[in-house]
Structures are given as structure tokens and as C-alpha cells.
């Protein structure tokens, strides 16, 4: 950050009387909103820190670390005394007075634009640090940056820097905004884009590896016809006999490996045993191959969706970050966890795991599917409380966003679990339900 931006900032901001919110909405974002209606965000990222100005956002995740806790109590619905930049140094300090406070009192919330030790500090009338986004020890900084320590003042600084007159400074912070997000949103999607191709990919691979119908029943009957030469030349093959050479039924001559390990009165089993797996596996096959195929679907129906996804919130509703870890917990062996507004959401990406989450989902917990179409089934994990229309909305875009490719308008079915009679497979009944409105734009053409 420039000097003269965060002076002209702090000048904008001294414009509003009061902080009516103030909370992180990503790991290194705070947002502050001012007199209810101006939303300014303060990316206090380590040596990339800036301000920008925006429509106010859903957090990512929800950040309840005690500096998250302590910036809600104490500078919600605040009163805005000053801000400032002290010392002519690259900071912003906010005086305010906390609402929640039952006597006159005044704290400060320093914001640190400098470099490797950028910092966002809670700090009362004695200039004592009551909390902070990053604590900073001794081996790192001679700032020791810990609650319940005197925040010691930043060493003076000679800057030489060309002061520069910003007319409107809240276009300009919406310009900055407007960059940010195109960049963000470009590496972003790159990422997630990336990561969805792989599993693709891999799907894709063990299709191309899966045997066919035909050669695996011609192998059961190979395997067969190999079990019954053993049976036959029975009592010619030794114990230490590596291979059988004879004639097989249509008068070939013949050489068979035979088996290691194992008894001579027990190798015509064993090539029995190899005839019975390959021709289950035969009548198997295309099981597993529908299996695959409607895994590697869901992926693809997830790139397309991350291609026209518009903001890094969709991008990371679509592929969190978390859910890998979160999976394990869950010992979720069927379908993906999604998280929405710290929600749990479990997608099926074909019949078995629909049918598999089904039987999982409490009485409670809230089921979707699109009505008249062949999707995947969706539940939602209430824990009995009644869900923000948002996440209902989510919920149903990730529904149709991973079941059907087509752009067009979908209606989307919800319910309580416990109104959901399962029929034949991952076929239901349901009354008693709702039904939500959703449409999938178009994607573009990838050239």
C-alpha cells in the first residue's frame, strides 16, 4: 500500500459514523461495513496486503479463532471516533467505541500495511494488544506481538515516495477490486480446473483399462478347458512338474504352465476358480464400467460448471479446499462432501451412492433431486436446525451443476429425509415437498 492511498482512505472513511460489521471472510480478508450499507475489505496478506471496496461477501468458512470472536464483540455496531495514519507510516488505526461496552471506553484496531510483518491488531486505551490476526514472537520481530503485551510503536521510516491526488477514491478501490478479482478468479479456476482433470483423467484411464465382455468369457472358457486337461492327464504330472505337455481335446499338441504352490489333486480347481471369477466378471463388466462412467460424468459436469463460475465463492463451493480432510473424518467411502456455509452437503455421483447416502441421512437431514430428470441425490446434514435459504439455494445449483450437462431451467425437489420412501435402487417417492427454481447458463465453447 502507498501512503498517500491509505491517506486518502482514511479521509473517506472518517465520512461514516459507525461500524456495523466487522468480520474475516478469508484467511488474510477482513471486511468492515460502515453505516450499514458501505462494505471496504482489508486483505492483510504478508507483503501483497491492499484495500478494496465491494458488495459485502459470504465468508469462505467460518473463522471462529479469538480474534474472529473479539472483532465481532467489540467493533460490531461500534461507534467511529477517528481513523488515522500515525506517524506518517504505511497503518491505519481505527478509534472506536465498542456498543457492547457498559461504561465509556475506547479501543483501536490497527491495520499494519509493512511488508514480511503486515498485521491486523486489537488494541486498548493503554495500547495494549488485546488480540491479533498473526501473533509475531521474539524470534521473528523485536515487536512481540502476544495479548496482554504493550504494542510497542513501529521504528521511523524515510519513505520517498511521489504523493499522487486520488479524485475519487472509492472508484479507485472499486477498480482495485474489480483487478484483484479477475486475477484471482483466473489463478483460481486454473487450480481447480486442474485438479477436477485429474480425476477425470484417472477415471478415464481405468476405463480404457477395463477388459471387454468378450475376451473375458473367452478366458473363462480357456481357464476351463485348461482345468479339465489337468483332470485327464492327472496321473502323469509329478509334484515337481512346472509344466504339462499333452494334447488338448481337438488333438493340439499342448505345453501348460501349471500352477506354483499348489497340490497336484488341487490344479484343476484352481484353473476352475480362474473360469468362475472371469466369467463373473464378464457378466460384472458393465456394472463397473456404468460405475466409472457415471463418476467420470460427475467430474466433467463439475469442469463445466467451474468454467462458467463467476466468482471464487462458486469456485470454491464447487471444489472446497477442505473436504478431502473433512472426508476422512466422516469415513465417507461413497459420494463427495461439499461444505456450504459450514453445512455438510453429500452429492451421490451415481445410483449405488445415491442409494448409499439414502441410507446414511438422518430423518432430518434435508434430500433434493431434480424433478423428472435422472440426478444425483443431494443431502443436506441439519443437525435438526432450520437451514438459510442460501444454502438451500447452493445446494440446488450443486445439484443440477453435477447432474446434467444442458443449460436450461430445472426444478428442483426438497424434502426431509424421513419423507422419502425408497423404492427400487435409488428410486424414491416423496410427498410433502418443496421445489426450488434453478438455471444453468451455457458454457462456452473451448477451442
Not at 477482513?30 to 459485502?56: C, Q, W
Not at 461477501?57 to 477517528?82: E, V
Not at 505337455?245 to 499342448?254: L, P
Request: include cysteine.
Amino acid at each position: 500500500m502507498k501512503l498517500y492511498e491509505l491517506k486518502a482512505i482514511a479521509k473517506r472513511l472518517n465520512d461514516f459514523t459507525f461500524i456495523s460489521r466487522a468480520r474475516r471472510i478469508e484467511d488474510n480478508t477482513l471486511e468492515l461495513v460502515f453505516d450499514k450499507s458501505d462494505s471496504y475489505f482489508f486483505n492483510m496478506t504478508r507483503g501483497h496486503s491492499f484495500i478494496y471496496k465491494a458488495p459485502s461477501q459470504r465468508p469462505l468458512q467460518g473463522y471462529n479463532a479469538p480474534f474472529d470472536t473479539l472483532l465481532h464483540s467489540l467493533m460490531a455496531a461500534s461507534k467511529l471516533i477517528a481513523v488515522e495514519v500515525p506517524n506518517g507510516d504505511r497503518i491505519l488505526r481505527f478509534t472506536l467505541a465498542p456498543k457492547s461496552s457498559y461504561k465509556d471506553k475506547i479501543i483501536y484496531l490497527q491495520l499494519e500495511f509493512t511488508g514480511k510483518n503486515t498485521n491486523a491488531i486489537l488494541i486498548d486505551e493503554n495500547e495494549v494488544i488485546i488480540e491479533a490476526l498473526r501473533h509475531i514472537d521474539a524470534d521473528s520481530s523485536f515487536r512481540v506481538i502476544r495479548p496482554g503485551l504493550e504494542l510497542l510503536p513501529i521504528p521511523p521510516f524515510e519513505r520517498d515516495e511521489e504523493e499522487k491526488e486520488i479524485v475519487d477514491i472509492d472508484a479507485f478501490l472499486e477498480e482495485q477490486y474489480r483487478q484483484t478479482q479477475a486475477k484471482k478468479l483466473l489463478e483460481l479456476k486454473k487450480q481447480k480446473l486442474s485438479l477436477t482433470a485429474k480425476k477425470s483423467q484417472k477415471l478415464d484411464q481405468l476405463l480404457k483399462k477395463l477388459p471387454n465382455e468378450e475376451s473375458l468369457e473367452l478366458q473363462a472358457k480357456e481357464y476351463n478347458s485348461y482345468g479339465n486337461l489337468i483332470l485327464a492327464n492327472l496321473y502323469q504330472i509329478k509334484p515337481y512338474d512346472t509344466q504339462l505337455k499333452t494334447y488338448d481335446f481337438e488333438g493340439n499338441e499342448i505345453s501348460l504352465k501349471l500352477p506354483k504352490n499348489i497340490k497336484v489333486n488341487r490344479m484343476s480347481d484352481y484353473f476352475f476358480n480362474l473360469a468362475k471369477r472371469a466369467k463373473n466378471k464378464a457378466k460384472n463388466i458393465h456394472m463397473e464400467k456404468e460405475n466409472l462412467q457415471s463418476k467420470k460424468d460427475f467430474y466433467d459436469n463439475i469442469y463445466y460448471a467451474l468454467e462458467q463460475a463467476k466468482e471464487p465463492y462458486e469456485l470454491e463451493l464447487l471444489v472446497p479446499k477442505r473436504a478431502k480432510s473433512q472426508r476422512k473424518k466422516e469415513k465417507l467411502r461413497e459420494g463427495e462432501l461439499f461444505w456450504i456455509e459450514d453445512y455438510k452437503v453429500f452429492v451421490g455421483r451415481n445410483s449405488n451412492e445415491n442409494q448409499k447416502l439414502l441410507s446414511l441421512a438422518k430423518a432430518n437431514d434435508l434430500w433434493m433431486h431434480i424433478r423428472d430428470v435422472p440426478s444425483s441425490h443431494v443431502i443436506i446434514r441439519t443437525d435438526k436446525q432450520n437451514l438459510p435459504d442460501s444454502v438451500i439455494q447452493a445446494a440446488a445449483k450443486l445439484c443440477v451443476d453435477f447432474s446434467v450437462k444442458n443449460p436450461g431451467d430445472y426444478e428442483v425437489d426438497y424434502t426431509k429425509r424421513k419423507f422419502v420412501k425408497v423404492q427400487e435402487g435409488s428410486n424414491v417417492l416423496y410427498n410433502k415437498y418443496n421445489t426450488i427454481s434453478v438455471t444453468k447458463e451455457g458454457v462456452e465453447i473451448r477451442v
